[in-house]
């Protein structure tokens, strides 16, 4: 619902938005494209993903029809070796974990998109290392967003509390605080956190996170928290950043 919502979290990305310069292309890492090989779209024309139910119509038809890039497809694939990145070219396109923070950062759908997969059969290390080769990329104006959620537990959301965090996922998102803005490789060693089992019960929501402290690794830059904040106690919606900067 963030997509249609004007809140402190989609105010928030707007300004992270208005402290870019223009990207050549964007670049996003979706929890959303969770299967078992690593891909990037590669289409002129991605089809716009509704990868939910039982919210109102008006997200189902809500459209983002940013153009594709085959060549920044190409670049991804190039970046990534030895590593092996497919190039899909008709599956797949924007889902909503990109689609959603996109409408916000760039309302105009004016960008470039391609999307990459995450691959769950691979441990995170594989994630981080391919962060870090994908680094490059940001050299020649490829903005790279990270989309998922460090704490995401949806069968102990309480919809009653809709501005809290649990203990333990303030615990867990302490921690990768801590990694992200001070040693960025540390976040490989947060699955073995106690709390890690209730903050990731499923991995595709935290493995996005990996890329942006890879990327942050390879270039010696350091993280910086963005926004803060906790939704229905089990939720954490932290956002981190590389050379952006805006009140948390």
């Known amino acids: 619902m963030n997509t249609l919502e004007v809140n402190r979290y989609t105010a ?48 189902f038809d809500f459209d983002y029809p940013a153009p594709g890039s085959p060549e920044l497809a190409a670049a991804v694939v190039d970046a990534a070796k030895p590593v092996w990145v497919g190039a899909d070219a008709d599956s797949w396109g924007l889902d909503h974990g990109t689609w959603s923070v996109l409408a916000h950062l760039f309302p105009e759908a004016d960008i470039p998109v391609v999307q990459l997969s995450l691959d769950a059969s691979k441990a995170s290390a594989y994630h981080f290392d391919l962060g870090r080769r994908l680094a490059p990329l940001r050299d020649e104006g490829v903005l790279i967003v990270a989309s998922g959620n460090v704490v995401h537990n949806l069968a102990s959301m309480q919809w009653s509390e809709p501005y809290s965090g649990f203990d333990w996922a303030r615990r867990f998102d302490d921690a990768a605080r801590t990694a992200m803005t001070t040693d960025p490789a540390a976040t490989l060693g947060l699955a073995r956190h106690p709390d890690f089992p209730a903050a990731a019960p499923t991995p595709d929501h935290f493995l996005p996170l990996l890329y942006l402290a890879g990327l942050a690794d390879a270039t010696g830059e350091a993280a910086s928290t963005v926004l803060e904040g906790y939704a229905y106690g089990s939720l954490s919606m932290t956002a981190y950043a590389l050379g952006a900067t805006t009140a948390a």
């Not at 992270?16 to 050549?24: D, F, G, N, Q």
């Open 12 to 59: 928030g990305w707007r300004e992270i938005a208005a402290t870019l310069p223009r990207p050549k292309a964007i670049l996003s890492v979706s929890a959303h494209w969770y299967i078992g090989a690593t891909a990037v779209t590669s289409m002129v024309k991605p089809r716009v993903i509704h990868d939910f139910y039982g919210f109102p119509q008006q997200l």
